[in-house]
C-alpha cells in the first residue's frame, strides 16, 4: 500500500493482496454477488493486465474505493476506464467519490490518455449526479447480452 502523489495524500493504492482484501467489504456493496475470494481471484487476473485499485480511508477503515485501468479502443483511442467506485454507505455524501474521480482525472492526465470513461447502473441516480458534477457527460448507453443456459 503506497500513498498517491497526485494531489490527494488521501488517496492510497492497493498494490498487494492484503490490502486488496482491505477493500473487499466496500467493494462488497457494488458487487454483492462476489465472495471474497473470488474477488481476490478476479483482481489477481485484472491486475496482471494492469487493473489498479484505490481507495480512501476514514478510521483506519476503508471508506471508498475505485477500480481502474488503461484500455485502448477503436472509438476512444487511448482511454482511462474506471470499472468500480463505491463509498461505504456511512460515508457516502462526504464527498469521497469525487475524490476518487479527481484522483481518476488527474491519472488520465498524467498517463496521455485522452478520456476518462466509465459505465453506471441506470438506476444509480446519485452517482450519476457525482459524475455529473465532477464534469462528466452521458455520452452513451452501455448494452449487454448474456447467453442463455444450456438445458
Known sequence: MI???????????????????RCFPAYRVLRPHLDEEEFVRRWRAQAAAGFEVVFVERDGDVAAVM?????????????LYVDDLVAMPEHRGQGLGALLLRHAQAQTVA???AELHLDTGYARHDAHRTYLRNGFDMVCHHMSWTPPVPA
Request: aromatic share 6%; charged share 30%; net charge negative.
Open 67 to 79: 477500480g481502474f485501468r488503461e484500455l485502448t479502443t477503436m472509438a476512444w483511442g487511448r482511454i
Open 3 to 21: 500513498s498517491d502523489a497526485a494531489g490527494a495524500d488521501d488517496v492510497l493504492r492497493a498494490t498487494d493482496e492484503p490490502a486488496v482484501r
Open 111 to 113: 498517463r496521455g490518455c
